[in-house]
T-cell receptor, first 117, second 116 residues
Framework: EAQVTQNPRYLITVTGKKLTVTCSQNMNHEYMSWYRQDPGLGLRQIYYSMNVEVTDKGDVPEGYKVSRKEKRNFPLILESPSPNQTSLYFC????????????????FGPGTRLTVL | SQKIEQNSEALNIQEGKTATLTCNYTNYSPAYLQWYRQDPGRGPVFLLLIRENEKEKRKERLKVTFDTTLKQSLFHITASQPADSATYLCALDPADRGSTLGRLYFGRGTQLTVWP
């Protein structure tokens, strides 16, 4: 079954304690992306990756890091979380070409609800 | 400022009617535009992608149009059903064709309610 998995699904942490949210896809997709969704602000892109070792900033990259060492995994790292990073986070993946962009369905994971106290 | 406008936060229609949702943008010449459905607490589900050289695309009861002159996309659900009730999002890559693609901007969504 084609899927994007995220872990953990729920996380409550404290300010400044480094955390990693994992994302994995089993569809051999080139493209992976992280989004955050906040009430009234909608879905905003944090970082995206067009292939292994190729990443770029989205709309709201401040306070986040990513890496793409393998095609299937795209972890999101919060080095020093702050309360304004409390949000619902989604990982997604898609087939992709540099000239055509997302060429097909973008599959989203189930989401990670993060609370930073 | 909002990059993409979905001009109705909420739309209520009667079962069997056609729902029409609007997505407007201003400062871009996107190579393509996407539509998604999102249910509460769930990740968005991809519905349709339409490219700049396509005027219209259909999938079962769904139809999307893309007018690059008006900078607008319309999303239609014909013969709507209560099960179509959800939030619908549009998204576009702001880069021109010929530029490196991959960034995505989402609208804030339109919450559709179909009542029996």
């Amino acid at each position: 079954e084609a899927q994007v998995t995220q872990n953990p699904r729920y996380l409550i942490t404290v300010t400044g304690k480094k955390l990693t949210v994992t994302c994995s896809q089993n569809m051999n997709h080139e493209y992976m992306s992280w989004y955050r969704q906040d009430p009234g602000l909608g879905l905003r892109q944090i970082y995206y990756s067009m292939n292994v070792e190729v990443t770029d900033k989205g709309d709201v990259p401040e306070g986040y890091k990513v890496s793409r060492k393998e095609k299937r995994n795209f972890p999101l790292i919060l080095e020093s979380p702050s309360p304004n990073q409390t949000s619902l986070y989604f990982c997604a993946s898609s087939l992709f070409t540099p000239q055509g962009g997302l060429t097909d369905t973008q599959y989203f994971g189930p989401g990670t609800r993060l609370t930073v106290l | 400022s909002q990059k993409i406008e979905q001009n109705s936060e909420a739309l209520n229609i009667q079962e069997g009617k056609t729902a029409t949702l609007t997505c407007n943008y201003t400062n871009y010449s996107p190579a393509y535009l996407q539509w998604y459905r999102q249910d509460p607490g769930r990740g968005p589900v991809f519905l349709l992608l339409i490219r700049e050289n396509e005027k219209e695309k259909r999938k079962e009861r769904l139809k999307v149009t893309f007018d690059t002159t008006l900078k607008q996309s319309l999303f239609h659900i014909t013969a709507s059903q209560p099960a179509d009730s959800a939030t619908y999002l549009c998204a576009l890559d702001p880069a021109d064709r010929g530029s490196t693609l991959g960034r995505l901007y989402f609208g804030r969504g339109t919450q559709l309610t179909v009542w029996p």
